[in-house]
């Protein structure tokens, strides 16, 4: 089991950039045994993937709207993963959440419903 805990958000301007930190607290299995990802859920849409990192984080997915933009990462050492937003438009107004994936593959997981364990969400807002 894994608690995460997400820390980072709050509102900027449109090509601004923040940077979304997700703590984890592992119990039973190490940090490195999961993949991670980062979801997000604007109002009145479904909660979709932006990011995820495998467990090593040597394989890295981004959806087509955050290519080039986000940057995902992880430090096993210290049990953290990161979001790093640039060039931030109002669309990507959402709120943020880390999530964890129990893996035994070296690739990185891209099917949401693989993810079970979640953070409580951290706010993003880009006004133009």
């Known amino acids: 089991q894994v608690q995460l805990v997400e820390s980072g958000g709050g509102s900027v301007q449109a090509g601004g950039s923040l940077i979304l930190s997700c703590a984890a607290s592992?119990?039973?299995?190490?940090?490195?045994?999961?993949?991670l990802g980062w979801f997000r859920q604007a109002p009145g849409k479904e909660r979709e993937l932006v990011a995820a990192?495998?467990?090593?984080?040597?394989?890295?997915y981004y959806a087509d709207s955050v290519k080039g933009r986000f940057t995902i990462s992880r430090d096993n050492a210290v049990t953290m993963v990161y979001l790093q937003m640039n060039n931030l438009k109002p669309e990507d107004t959402a709120i943020y959440y880390c999530?964890?994936?129990?893996?035994?593959?070296?690739?990185?997981?891209?099917?949401?419903?693989?993810?079970?364990?979640w953070g409580q969400g951290t706010q993003v807002s880009v006004s133009s």
């Open positions: 999530a964890a994936s129990l893996s035994y593959s070296a690739a990185v997981t891209t099917t949401p419903s693989a993810y079970r364990d």
């Open positions: 592992v119990f039973g299995v190490t940090f490195s045994s999961y993949s």
């Open positions: 990192i495998s467990r090593n984080g040597v394989m890295t």
